[in-house]
């Protein structure tokens, strides 16, 4: 985990991710961040259509990789909850 001065946030490290979402045990898993950016499902020990790592917003799809399956933030971190332009009228 390294930390950033200026904003005194912490964050993982390139090419580790906090796969528990437990800032208190660092950055567990090692994931190659330019093939898949949230790690690949065998990271997380995922199959297609899985949560990976527990991540309720975070699933195993085809290509291989976690990915956020709400859209992402400006921070281009996982949203939650769907957001508008994501989310299709019935």
């Not at 190659?32 to 991540?55: I, M, Q, V, Y």
Request: charged share 25%.
């Amino acid at each position: 985990m390294q930390c950033q001065a200026k904003t005194g946030k912490c964050e993982c490290a390139k090419g580790w991710m906090d796969a528990n979402d437990d800032p208190n045990d660092g950055c567990e898993l090692r994931i190659r961040e330019n093939k898949c950016p949230f790690g690949a499902c065998e990271n997380h020990g995922a199959e297609l259509g899985d949560t990976c790592s527990g991540w309720n917003n975070l699933v195993c799809q085809a290509s291989g990789c976690c990915d956020c399956q709400n859209g992402y933030n400006d921070a281009g971190y996982c949203l939650d909850t769907p957001s508008a332009d994501t989310v299709s009228d019935p």
